[in-house]
């Protein structure tokens, strides 16, 4: 089955405390992307990623690291979480043209 | 840069009756636009979405939506509505085909009342 896996669903941790929420794509897709969707806000763009290697910042970067060592895969890295990285994110992948994006099923994050 | 807006950020809708829900967004240069459903607890999926060609576009689950340039508008319509169609729509566009970008409304929510 096509798809876009997260991992964790859920996530509690301390502040200052290095975490990964992983992400991974079976479809063979050259874009991914994260995204954080906070209410009222919508979901904004962090990094993304145009292949291999390839990667660029969103909207809302700060804070936030990310790596594409290899096409599937497409961690995303809090060195130092803080409470207002409490949100849920979303990994995405797409072909690139009209594809559209195929999302996972979120990861919510909480800082305390 | 470019926006999406969704003025509405609720809407709610007696089962059967039909629903728009609205999206504009500002950009001078060619456009792709989304519209994603978020149910409860769970992520985004695809419900329709304009490249080109006909402005009225057709999608999952009954909605379809119609892309005015002049108006830079892609509302969302549903004839008759469901129990099943409560959860979160976006309203997405990509101008920049480099990059993929995918910027969002602000999501409105629809409550179907039984």
């Known amino acids: 089955e096509a798809q876009v896996t997260q991992n964790p669903r859920y996530l509690i941790t301390v502040t200052g405390k290095k975490l990964t929420v992983t992400c991974s794509q079976n479809?063979?897709?050259?874009?991914m992307s994260w995204y954080r969707q906070d209410p009222g806000l919508g979901l904004r763009q962090i990094y993304y990623s145009m292949n291999v290697e390839v990667t660029d910042k969103g909207d809302v970067p700060e804070g936030y690291k990310v790596s594409r060592k290899e096409k599937r895969n497409f961690p995303l890295i809090l060195e130092s979480p803080s409470p207002n990285q409490t949100s849920l994110y979303f990994c995405?992948?797409?072909?690139?043209?009209?594809?559209?994006?195929?999302f996972g099923s979120g990861t919510r994050l909480t800082v305390v | 840069a470019q926006s999406v807006t969704q003025l509405d950020s609720q809407v709610p809708v007696f089962e059967e009756a039909p629903v728009e829900l609205r999206c504009n967004y500002s950009s001078s240069v060619s456009v792709y636009l989304f519209w994603y459903v978020q149910y409860p607890n769970q992520g985004l999926q695809l419900l329709l979405k304009y490249l080109s060609g006909s402005t009225l576009v057709k999608g999952i689950n009954g909605f379809e939506a119609e892309f005015n340039k002049s108006q830079t508008s892609f509302h969302l319509r549903k004839p008759s509505v469901h129990i099943s169609d409560t959860a979160e729509y976006f309203c997405a566009v990509i101008t920049n085909f480099g990059n993929e970008k995918l910027t969002f409304g602000t999501g409105t929510r629809l409550t179907i009342i039984p």
């Open positions: 479809m063979n897709h050259e874009y």
């Open positions: 995405a992948s797409s072909p690139g043209g009209p594809g559209g994006y195929t």
